[in-house]
């Protein structure tokens, strides 16, 4: 199991790491995590919600994700309330202390997936959340160390040494731990290094002679990593470390509207990581000016969202690019805020009833509480700038997470046209272009993994600048970014002492 001294370590990565660097031997390995707080999601082949960070696990383990991998998934709706998704599905919306009291009957839910998954894999790789030291929540707690006493699991604890502090995160965490515990925590893992080791070695000196446990390894810092990220937090910490480029004014660049509830924001990974583009998450509206387009994301809490992106400006600024005919795209709740009403007479997302949208787009929503959660099948039937030149018979990807019904009051194009949900075969129209195709939105995630759709929007943008001949780079392709980052970790690490904490020879993939 990998824990944490704190939230946003690089627990999620270092797990990614372990299950590939032991798959790659040839086991079976499965990633594991109780409970996940996180605004992005993904979606299993059959429906179920889990956290982004699972998916990716499991994808860097080279299995399907499953919703045993995370059978509680808390969606965060304000600073109180949460959306509370159990193996797959959303149970309603909790205040904390409601939640708190769900806690203990979750914990047979949790053994049952983890037995699951022990009956099916050599080897689950357990990932914690925040610390196992909040001792306010200890009494109740179903992620941290109840999790490793349940699966017998040894506890490896990771510190972010860039953030600062990590020897007294290290000790200090150790300190609030019963005895049973600290017992349990069997090495260290310093993350994120930057710099000479030789001067790091006297603190990991005297972390060992401290504490009695050894370090595993100092995992250095990996840049522009093209695997998603868990949640905002680390969005936030991402875009802090982007540095510009000299080539910056030649690429496309994207302005995506960062609100307070943003969710699915590795929609825009593909983009941020080929050097086609520049993407920005913006908060002030004056840097929307300059960028070839402006994305209007996913969200949590349309309405309120709405609501913000309003006070803070964004409205006007986003008025004067239609008039220009320049760019804007929305994606699920953005396509929402394109829309002309918002209705939630149930309260499903928010405290409002009714809001009105941006309105570029003929579209009307209503919030209800069965949500749809299914990976899609799709092709491209609009003339707007994201799908122009796209063949009508090109399979797309992507998925949908949302609780609005869409319905149209005008024969806008559509986006997209969704022809199959899970293994089911449907003909779904999706989303909506404006007149002048200028003004798009879809309710599917995941788009800018389809090749075909980068390129399109490449050329279009490219047209709009001027340009000629201009061709969108191949990313390089997510199982190299696995690997690695399973490379720089297995490299970090003492990987025979960490066999010895699996009871995985390095052989065990062929005995």
């Known amino acids: 199991m990998v824990q944490g001294t704190a939230s946003s370590v690089g627990k999620s990565l270092i797990v990614a790491a372990l299950c590939r660097i032991y798959a790659r031997r040839g086991l079976r390995v499965a990633p594991f995590k109780s409970q996940n707080m996180s605004l992005n999601a993904a979606v299993t082949a059959d429906g179920g919600e889990i956290g982004r960070a699972q998916a990716v696990q499991a994808q860097a383990a080279g299995i399907e994700p499953t919703v045993e991998m995370n059978p509680i998934l808390i969606k965060p709706e304000g600073d109180r309330h949460a959306q509370i998704v159990v193996l797959g599905r959303s149970i309603g919306n909790m205040d904390a202390t409601a939640y708190h009291e769900q806690k203990l009957p979750l914990r047979a839910t949790i053994a049952r997936c983890l037995a699951s998954l022990r009956a099916q894999y050599d080897l689950i790789v357990i990932e914690g959340a925040g610390s196992p030291a909040e001792i306010n929540l200890k009494e109740r707690e179903i992620v941290n160390m109840h999790v490793a006493r349940a699966a017998d699991a040894p506890v490896v604890l990771v510190g972010d040494i860039d953030r600062g502090g990590v020897f007294a995160a290290f000790v200090g965490t150790l300190e609030l731990l019963d005895a049973t515990e600290r017992e349990r925590v069997a090495a260290f893992i310093v993350n994120k290094f930057r710099g000479d080791l030789a001067l790091l070695q006297p603190g990991l000196d005297f972390l060992t002679e401290r504490t009695g446990k050894p370090v595993l390894g100092v995992v250095p810092y990996v840049d522009r990593l093209r695997i998603a990220d868990e949640d905002s937090l680390d969005l936030d910490d991402r875009m802090a470390r982007r540095r510009p480029s000299e080539d910056e004014g030649h690429r496309l660049a994207v302005a995506?509207?960062?609100?307070?509830?943003?969710?699915?924001?590795?929609?825009?990974?593909?983009?941020?990581?080929?050097?086609?583009?520049?993407?920005?998450?913006?908060?002030?509206?004056?840097?929307?000016?300059?960028?070839?387009?402006?994305?209007?994301?996913?969200?949590?809490?349309?309405?309120?969202?709405?609501?913000?992106?309003?006070?803070?400006?964004?409205?006007?600024?986003?008025?004067?690019?239609?008039?220009?005919?320049?760019?804007?795209?929305?994606?699920?709740?953005?396509?929402?805020?394109?829309?002309?009403?918002?209705?939630?007479?149930?309260?499903?997302?928010?405290?409002?009833?009714?809001?009105?949208?941006?309105?570029?787009?003929?579209?009307?929503?209503?919030?209800?509480?069965?949500?749809?959660?299914?990976?899609?099948?799709?092709?491209?039937?609009?003339?707007?700038?994201?799908?122009?030149?796209?063949?009508?018979?090109?399979?797309?990807?992507?998925?949908?997470?949302?609780?609005?019904?869409?319905?149209?009051?005008?024969?806008?194009?559509?986006?997209?046209?969704?022809?199959?949900?899970?293994?089911?075969?449907?003909?779904?129209?999706?989303?909506?272009?404006?007149?002048?195709?200028?003004?798009?939105?879809?309710?599917?995630?995941?788009?800018?993994?389809?090749?075909?759709?980068?390129?399109?929007?490449?050329?279009?943008?490219?047209?709009?600048?001027?340009?000629?001949?201009?061709?969108?780079?191949?990313?390089?392709?997510?199982?190299?970014?696995?690997?690695?980052?399973?490379?720089?970790?297995?490299?970090?690490?003492?990987?025979?002492?960490?066999?010895?904490?699996?009871?995985?020879?390095?052989?065990?993939?062929?005995?």
């Open 256 to 511: 995506v509207i960062r609100y307070p509830r943003i969710s699915n924001h590795d929609d825009l990974l593909a983009l941020e990581h080929d050097p086609t583009w520049r993407v920005r998450f913006v908060d002030d509206p004056q840097r929307v000016e300059p960028a070839d387009l402006v994305i209007l994301p996913g969200s949590k809490s349309t309405m309120a969202d709405l609501a913000w992106l309003r006070a803070r400006g964004f409205a006007p600024v986003l008025a004067q690019r239609v008039q220009r005919g320049q760019p804007i795209l929305g994606v699920c709740g953005g396509c929402q805020m394109l829309g002309e009403t918002l209705h939630d007479p149930d309260g499903v997302e928010s405290d409002e009833t009714a809001a009105r949208g941006l309105g570029y787009l003929p579209l009307h929503t209503q919030f209800v509480a069965d949500k749809v959660t299914a990976q899609v099948r799709a092709h491209a039937t609009g003339p707007g700038f994201l799908t122009a030149g796209i063949a009508a018979d090109e399979p797309l990807r992507g998925y949908e997470i949302h609780c609005g019904q869409m319905r149209r009051t005008a024969a806008a194009p559509t986006a997209f046209r969704i022809v199959g949900r899970g293994a089911r075969t449907c003909e779904i129209d999706d989303g909506a272009v404006d007149a002048s195709g200028t003004v798009v939105g879809t309710m599917i995630h995941g788009l800018f993994d389809n090749a075909a759709v980068r390129s399109a929007l490449a050329q279009a943008l490219a047209r709009g600048r001027r340009q000629t001949g201009f061709v969108a780079p191949r990313p390089s392709d997510a199982d190299d970014e696995y690997n690695r980052l399973a490379d720089v970790v297995e490299a970090a690490l003492d990987m025979e002492r960490l066999d010895r904490l699996t009871g995985c020879s390095r052989d065990a993939g062929q005995a």
